[in-house]
């Protein structure tokens, strides 16, 4: 059974910086396109970031352009969201998400077939 692990999350400060880490456990599995969801209190999962099998392309939602960026190291199995500038409406649990089938970065949660537990990330004013 593929697992996601996720690690990097926490408290931090309006402006701050965090960095999300995660990395899949079974040596046998090749993730294709991976990505970060999140979700807020309240409110439906979101499209944060996605990374294209070689990285060679990327994909971000407006409200975290110019200020996230997502790397991965295949070697390793593992994406990485770099979170810059952070406000409170960062807010959120996230998700690392990847596919077998999908190679290119899409935002659309039906192309991931593995989730991640989630973590939390708070962002304070």
């Known amino acids: 059974q593929v697992q996601l692990v996720e690690s990097g999350g926490g408290v931090v400060q309006a402006g701050g910086s965090l960095r999300l880490s995660c990395a899949a456990s079974e040596r046998s599995f090749t993730p294709l396109a991976m990505a970060w969801f999140r979700q807020a209190p309240g409110k439906e999962i979101e499209s944060v970031a996605a990374?294209?099998?070689?990285?060679?392309?990327?994909y971000f939602a407006d409200s975290v352009k110019g200020r996230f960026t997502i790397s991965r190291d295949n070697d390793k199995k593992m994406v990485v969201l770099q979170m810059n500038s952070a406000n409170p409406e960062d807010t959120a649990i996230y998700y690392c998400a990847t596919s077998q089938t999908t190679s290119n970065a899409s935002g659309s949660s039906r192309a991931y077939g593995y989730w991640g537990q989630g973590i939390q990330v708070t962002v304070s004013s």
């Open positions: 990374i294209s099998w070689m990285g060679s392309n990327t």
